[in-house]
């Protein structure tokens, strides 16, 4: 008797272990049925679909309407020419969790997105780079920004001596990037890192160099944009 007590006191455990973890799968499925629902609602407006700098930029209207593989969208006339692969989207819809797919006719994605910052949401074409969903407001917003970049800037140290004089234009590099150009008499430093493009990405100012090399400078409290990570000899870009 006591043997079967052990053997029926294990069973009741097990079926009660078993129970908590179908309960707690329940719980997740659950939380994700909410989060993708809360999603769909959050996504109907308007959208910039663009490169991460912005260069080639398109307007697309997420729909809440029913459509035969999702919902319903608009993108404007001059979408696909700006980026052509958009000719094949027909239709938008959460997958999984958190992943907002633009999509062909088959439902098949054309390019998905997961957010990365709030109203932000990063995609990847292979062979072609990354793309930036975001808000229409917010990205006309950081177009000004942007717009306010361009034009000569001088680089300093901590004490307000200055090392460098550079000017970012609006001219572009490449598809992703714009071209800089250093002044003369620069500091060796800065000299030799020889910055020939930037950009501006996710509130920052990133100089590139012919090799690679990137320098990232954020704005401070003090409408100047400091090279992170900080040091206890800072280097500052001011606008002129």
């Known amino acids: ?17 078993i129970g908590a973890v179908a309960a707690s799968l329940a719980a997740i499925g659950l939380a994700h049925a909410q989060d993708a629902t809360s999603l769909k609602k959050q996504m109907p407006g308007q959208w910039e679909l663009s490169t991460t700098e912005r260069s080639k930029t398109c307007v697309v209207t997420l729909k809440s309407d ?20 958009t000719k094949d989207i027909v239709a938008w819809n959460v997958r999984g969790l958190d992943i907002v ?12 997105f997961t957010e990365v910052e709030a109203g932000i949401f990063e995609g990847l074409r292979q062979g072609e780079g ?38 970012l234009t609006n ?16 500091d060796a430093t800065i000299a030799q890192f020889n910055p020939t493009q930037w950009r501006l990405e996710r509130g920052q100012i990133i100089l590139m160099s012919k090799s690679g090399e990137a320098w990232q400078f954020e704005a401070d409290d003090h409408a100047q944009w400091r090279r992170v990570p900080d040091t206890a000899d800072p280097l500052i870009m001011l606008r002129q």
């Open 171 to 186: 001219t572009e590099a490449d598809s992703d990037n714009f071209q800089v150009f250093l002044k003369p008499k620069c």
């Open 101 to 112: 797919r633009l999509q062909d006719a088959t439902g098949e994605a054309v390019i998905d």
């Open 66 to 85: 029913a459509a035969a593989q999702g919902f319903k969208l608009e993108l404007e006339p001059a979408c696909k020419t700006a980026l052509p692969f």
């Open 1 to 17: 008797m006591r043997a079967l007590r052990v053997v029926a006191s294990a069973v009741a455990a097990s079926l009660a272990a």
């Open 130 to 167: 990354v793309y930036i969903l975001q808000d229409l407001a917010a990205a006309r917003s950081m177009a000004k920004s942007m717009d306010q970049m361009i034009g000569d800037w001088s680089m300093v140290r901590g004490n307000g001596q200055p090392v460098c004089g550079l000017t």
